[in-house]
């Protein structure tokens, strides 16, 4: 059996330093999911209404979104906007920003298509029984789209944590970084680190995402 | 005579360049029945959806007990509180058991007590023979449950008129009898309603007036009694006929 490099995970601090640059890349994507799900649900209502203001901005910034790829967005933000208008941004935050960017303009866009996918008699009948329209929302239209956008939007949260390892590039230290490290520090000792690691680092994603993935066939299965 | 609780006057609905209600007027007196009858298209449901502002209307005025019921006002939720309306097609809320659907709008919007509200939907749910239902899920029940569910979810709210909308139509005929009883029993406590049907034996023998509407306007206007055996009008008797032929015509197939 070839060495497969795995050693190296149990020297020193290693192990702990990459759940450290795990926790990092899940910090990032779950604030920015956060901030994602609460605007996006805001704007996806605002924007569920036809020919509003709303709609239009949300499609434009979906345009702009789709179009950029994530690094760019990063590189704009970190090294674009920090130059300009000479603020300071640690890369962590800068990553936030742009997830929640990206993250908002698409939970927008998942809660405007199952709030638009909402039988409109469905509020009718709400309104009917005497319902105000916020009450409309949040008993009636709400409940209902959130049980039809879990799937895509489990979906969209896993896409984030997996695209945090792009956040290395503008130079905050998370699992990506943390490995180069230690494959770094034991070329000599260990050549076949670089295996051992990102096998380790493949696990890891696979049981920060697989939770959520469960939870969400779950509550689908609940919601039923 | 008894006090109106609904008043239209001068109704004009049109949609975009069509006209669908054209200068129509219609009072509905406290515990009276009022059946409206019609050719498919001809305004009946769009009808029932102005007097609950689930339609923008373009001329005249609806008033309940002489509030106006209008987009425009602040007291809308208010008072289509007070009017109750069961649709075709039930609308019960799926996210919600049979009891929630109930209790959803008494509670959120009339404030009252969890509790008390409960047991009178329990008590309305056994009347209409369904309590062992209050927590299933509407996705359970057949389409004749769903719909006395719905008119449950109405009657909790107190209302001060009912409206029916075709509330038959989606049904199985077998599941027909269960609902019009239901609204038959109303009709005996004495519930003020505005019923839209194409049941005609159901029609006769629960309203105090039939209206029938066509060319956006009401054609004619009479007791059960007189529109079913001396119509006054040739459309009137065209329209009993069309019907009669509609039968036969199901009876062969």
Redesign the interface.
Known sequence: MPDLGLEVLWKGKNFVRLLGGLWVALRISLIAAGISVVLGILLGVAASRKRSVSSVVLRVWLGIIHIMPQMVLLFLMYFGTTRLFSWNLSGEVAAVIVFSLWGTAEMGDLVRGAVSSIPAIQRESAEALGLKPAQVYRWIILPQAVRRLIPQSINLITRMIKTTSLVTLIGVVEILKVAQQIIEANRKASPNAAFGVYLAIFVMYYLACRPLSLAAKKLEKHWR | MAEAVLSISHLTKRFDDQTILEDLSLEVREGEVVVIVGSSGCGKSTLLRCI?A?EDIQGGEIRLRGDLISHNRKNL???????G?V?Q?Y?L???LTVLENIL??PV???KRSRQNVREEALALLERVGLKEKADSWPRQLSGGQKQRVAIV??LI?HPEILLFDEVTAALDPEMVREVLDVIVNLADQGKTMIIVTHEMSFARAVADRIILLEDRRILEESDPETFFTAPKTEQAKKFLRTFEFNRKNKAEA
């Open positions: 609950n689930l939720p208010e008072l289509r509180q007070k009017i309306m649709f097609n609308e809320f799926p996210h959803l709008a959120k919007t009339q979810r109405a709210m």
